[in-house]
């Protein structure tokens, strides 16, 4: 069973385009961990969650800004957010899944829930990641525009149960992928044109075998303590805008 905030955020921007012509319209889903490994810090370091949080909050005026630089301009940007746990471990809250907030329009409603995510729980090391994944590849994606995006980002620092291991809580959702084949073809049903998935997540069985067989994915390791560097963010920045 997932935490809702279920309020059908819908909308666009206005009629702007490309020097291209182009109408750009980008889907964006943010897979966040937030497990209590995601608290951890070291020394003046941020905690990890902060860190993710705060790239989260930053994403649109920074992507505006890089896609402004490279002469691109999007239409329309959606941002869908899933705050994800353990289900044997959290149970009612091993999942937060979000509808899709229009940017810049529900900034409001979209930093009010990004800072409701706190870091807790989790159980053992590895999460229930694959699940917030099958989540956000059955999004409702937008069908506007002539040009479309679906940009998944995954943030974590930790590897992943197999699919279906926390299938004994009474809060495990129905209708998810019983393995990672059948992930899989989820995966390869969403337009190869459309679809990216960026990892920040350990070099692990799960992530490293998803980035290794699916197509259009960029992995950038991360390790438990580590945080989210900066120049990683810019790497996802980077390899998002150079998709559109």
Not at 37 to 60: C, H, P, R
Not at 87 to 108: I, N, S, W
Not at 179 to 202: I, Q
Request: net charge negative; hydrophobic share 35%.
């Amino acid at each position: 069973m997932e935490q809702n905030y279920n309020q059908n955020y819908q909308g666009s921007y206005g009629s702007g385009h490309s020097g291209q012509n182009m109408d750009y319209t980008v889907d964006m889903v943010f897979c966040i961990d937030a497990t209590g490994s995601m608290e951890d810090f070291t020394g003046s370091q941020k905690k990890i969650i902060n860190m993710v949080k705060q790239n989260a909050l930053n994403f649109y005026n920074d992507f505006s800004g890089v896609m402004s630089a490279k002469g691109k301009k999007a239409r329309q940007l959606r941002v869908r957010v899933i705050a994800f746990r353990d289900y044997r471990a959290d149970g009612e809250h091993a999942m937060m899944v979000t509808d899709f907030f229009c940017l810049p329009q529900q900034e409001k409603e979209f930093e009010a829930c990004i800072n409701s995510i706190h870091a807790d729980g989790g159980g053992d090391i590895p999460e229930d990641g694959l699940e917030a994944l099958a989540y956000a590849i059955k999004s409702k994606w937008t069908t506007e525009g002539a040009k479309k995006r679906q940009v998944i980002v995954v943030w974590t620092d930790a590897g992943t149960h197999e699919l279906g291991f926390g299938s004994s809580s009474s809060y495990y959702p129905k209708g998810m992928p019983h393995n990672m084949s059948e992930l899989n073809d989820w995966w390869d049903d969403m337009n190869p044109n459309y679809k990216r998935l960026v990892l920040f997540a350990p070099d692990e069985p799960g992530w490293s075998y998803i980035a290794q067989s699916w197509e259009n994915v960029v992995h950038i390791p991360s390790a438990a303590g580590n945080g989210l560097a900066e120049q990683s963010y810019g790497e996802i920045l980077n390899h998002i805008a150079n998709s559109v």
